[in-house]
Nanobody
Framework: QVQLVESGGGLVQAGGSLRLSCAAS????????MGWYRQAPGKQRELVAT???????NYADSVKGRFTISRDNAKNTVYLQMNSLKPEDTAVYYC??????????WGQGTQVTVSS
């Protein structure tokens, strides 16, 4: 099982920026895909962005042009740079990693709050 440790959440005003980090450890297999999901109160968890080992990103329409996902394979770390934040971006953000057998692991979540 992969252990994921997230950091970088917090409180920011609308229009501001935050950077999330997620470090993976403990995997015996290569980690194929890493990504970020979020869950707002009363809503289902939704995809924010994912990135493959080769660096191909995929974004939710709601964050395209504002968020950038990147990955350091040597450190097994994924980052999410969030710019032009909106109050509707407020949620708990979860890191996800899938290994070569497509087993999925989740981080504990980090709160992002955007005030208007």
């Amino acid at each position: 099982q992969v252990q994921l440790v997230e950091s970088g959440g917090g409180l920011v005003q609308a229009g501001g920026s935050l950077r999330l980090s997620c470090a993976a450890s403990g995997s015996r297999l290569p980690i194929i895909t890493m990504g970020w999901y979020r869950q707002a109160p009363g809503k289902q968890r939704e995809l924010v962005a994912t990135i493959t080992g080769g660096g191909s990103p995929n974004y939710a329409d709601s964050v395209k042009g504002r968020f950038t996902i990147s990955r350091d394979n040597a450190k097994n770390t994924v980052y999410l740079q969030m710019n032009s934040l909106k109050p509707e971006d407020t949620a708990v953000y979860y890191c996800n990693a899938a290994d070569a057998r497509y087993r999925s692991s989740w981080g504990q979540g980090t709160q992002v709050t955007v005030s208007s």
